[in-house]
């Protein structure tokens, strides 16, 4: 009986910490929104077109 209940509390314990790993590339994906860009106008993209360099 001891041990079924120790199996029981390893496996919450596991589930807690694959739901853990899950959750935090959501929350860095959700943090690095700043980072986006917003185009509402033809003029933003024209901003954006000028800001832009080519690499090769």
């Given at each position: 009986m001891k041990r079924k209940s120790l199996t029981r509390i390893w496996a919450m314990l596991l589930i807690g910490?694959?739901?853990l790993s899950l959750a935090?590339?959501?929350a860095q994906a959700a943090a690095k929104e700043e980072d986006a860009i917003y185009l509402e106008t033809a003029e933003d993209l024209?901003?954006?077109a000028d800001q832009c360099r080519?690499?090769?």
């Open positions: 910490v694959i739901t935090a590339p959501a024209l901003e954006l080519l690499d090769t």
